[in-house]
């Protein structure tokens, strides 16, 4: 089975870039099943619930979340009433909505499960191993074929860390958060997928997929300012390809897409 994973997308231009692109690259590689992290899909923080629709009516079968996962309250509002967005699991606090889903497809059961991560990041959460570990021991939860990890947080020694304690239990461990996609893409020695950070999808000539002069104003200068994101420009879209053995739900290999426009 092959599984295509896309790293955040922000604003407008990521939600085009799926609408322009996703359909290619599910048909050249073949792709049976496509989750992306979607925390920055509405202006670039959170996401509203026409955005969640348009993601999954432009071929998305599980979005994922991260640290603005509560950016836009419209979300305490719908996320119960949908069944393919997965919020973070380990939150301190009570939450609407799940951390972890299971969405089957022929036959094969697929568990996506959200996590934030403790280093570097603004929210405080629960640990995140014993949390996953804590739900897959409940003798109640459903077994499933296939286990993919968003592990969405901000230093790569915690990323990496994490898909070894994880090795061999979970079929990928894939990073988002920092939008950049870095080179360490691998398959551990038990079988699990991991990258440090799939990257980003929106846009290209801007930082974060924001524009660069407003983040710019904010990280370097030290002002007061918003960033903004604009609604045009040429596009990037970051993601991984997983090949999947469904049987023994390891990670065959694992490889990068990063389509930037013309
Ligand atoms: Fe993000
Ligand atoms: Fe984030």
Redesign the pocket.
Known sequence: MKILFIG?IVGKIGRRMIKDHLKEIVDKHNIDFVIANG??VSHGKGILRHHYFELIDNGIDVVTL???YDNKNDIRRYINSVDRLVRPLNLLHEYPGEGSIVYEIEGITIRVTNLLGNAMMPESVNNPYYALIDMLSDPDIEKTNIHIIDF?AEATGEKYCLAHALDGKVTAVLG??THVQTRDYRVLEGGTAFISDVGMTGLYDGALGFDKDSVTNKIIYGQQSPFVIPDEGKGVLSAVVLDVDEIDGRTRDIYPIYLVEE
């Open positions: 955040d925390e920055n991260g640290n603005h969405h988002t958060h």
